[in-house]
C-alpha cells in the first residue's frame, strides 16, 4: 500500500491508495445513476440529455474540483459547481422550449456532482446512502406518479399530520424528567407516539399499493407489524366467515406472533442493549418455535390459495390510538416504577401480565427503560417473558372463543408448543 500523503485532512492524512479508492466508489456513483438516466431515457425512447458517460464524468468532476479546492483554494469548487449549474440550466432552457419541461435529470446531474465532493472528503457511507436513495426515487418514476394518483384526500391529510406531529411537534418537546419517580420524559413520550402512528400509517400505506391478492400471509406480517394481537382476533372472526381458509389463517397468526418476537428483539435492543446479553437465547426459543410452528403449517397446506376477501383498512392514521398508547405507556412506566418500590419483584411480574393482556409493547419499552437503573435487570428480563406468555394466552383465549373449529385446534397446538417454549426460556433465563 502506498503510503505517500496527497491530501492534509483534520483526522489525519489521505494516502494515494485511499485517494484511488474514493475515485473508484465515486466514478461508481456516476455510473449507476448514469445508467438508470440512460435507461429510463431509453425506454421512453426520448431524447438523451446526460447518460452514462455524462454521469460519471460530473461526479469525477465533483470529486477532482474538491480535491483542488483542498489543495488550493475552494473557490474552484464553487466555480466547477457553478459550471455545472450553468451548463444544466442552458440544457433545460432549449428542451423546455422544446416543450419538455421535466427537470429530474437535471437535478439529478447537480446533485451527483456534489456527491462526487463529499467521497472526496471522506462521507462514503453518507454518499453511497445518498446514491441508494437517489437511485430509488429516479427508478420508481412511473409508480410514484400511479400511487399519488390513487392517493385520497384523506390519506394525503394523514400523511400531513404525521409530517406535522414528527417534524414540528417533536424535536420542540421538552427532553428532561418529571413527575413522580422522575420517569416521565415528554420527548420519549412524543417519540413513542410518533413511533406507535408511524408503524400504523406505514402499514396502511403498504396494505393499500400492495395489495391483499398477495395471500393471508403478507397481510399477517404487514399486520404483526403493529399488533399480532390484533391480526389473531381478525383472522380467528374470519375463519368462521370462510372454514376453509383456517389453515391459512392459522399460518398468519402464527406469521404475525413471530413478527411480535422480532419487535420485541428490537424494542429491548433500541431502549436497553444490556438486557439481550441473557435475554438473547429464551427469545429465541420462542422465536425458532414461533417460526417453526407456522413453517410447518405453511408446509401443510394441500394447496396455495389467495385471500379473497377485501381488508378494510379503516383510518391511515390513528392518531387517537396512538396518543393513548402514549398515556398508556407512561402509566405503565409510573405503575412500573412503583410496584417496583411498594413490592418489589412480586408487583412487577403481576403488573406485566396484565398489562400484556392488550398489548406487549407498552410493557417492553417500560422494563427495558428500567432495567438496570432503578430496576434489577433480572426482573426486568424476567418481566418481558412473563408478558410475552400471558399475551399468548390472550391469543389462545381469542382464537378459541372466535375461531372456526378447525382454527381453534391449530391455535391450540401451536401456540401450545409456543407457551411451551415460553417456559423453557423462563427457566432458562433463571437457572
Known sequence: MDTNFIIPIENGQLTEFDFLIRMLVTAGIGFVLGLEREYSQYSEKGEIFAGLRTFTLVALLGFLTAYLGITF?????????????TIVAISYWVTSNEGNIGSTTEFAIIFTFLLGGLVLVGSINLSLALTVITLVLLSLKLRLKSMIGQLTQKELFAFVRFVVIALLILPFLPDSYYGP??????????????LTSGIGFVGYILMKFLGTDRGIL??????????????TFTFSKKSKEIPELSQNYAVGIFAAATIMVLRIFLLVFIFNKAMLVELTIPLLIILLTTFGIALYFY????????????IVLGDPLNIKNAVFFGIFYMGILLLVSYANQAYGTKGIYVLSTISALTDIDAIAIS????GGTTMNLLIAQNAILLATLSNTVVKIGIAVFTGSRQLKKYVL?????IFIAGIIGFLVLNA
Open 299 to 310: 408446509n401443510k397446506q394441500f394447496e396455495k390459495q389467495h385471500a379473497v376477501d377485501k
Open 218 to 231: 403478507l397481510t399477517s406480517i404487514l399486520g404483526g407489524l403493529v399488533s399480532s394481537t390484533l391480526v
Open 181 to 194: 419517580y422522575e420517569v416521565i420524559n415528554p420527548r420519549e413520550v412524543g417519540w413513542i407516539i410518533v
Open 367 to 370: 422494563v427495558s427503560k428500567l
Open 413 to 417: 397446538i401451536g401456540y401450545g408448543f
Open 73 to 85: 483554494t475552494y473557490w474552484i469548487f464553487i466555480a466547477g459547481f457553478l459550471g455545472v449549474v
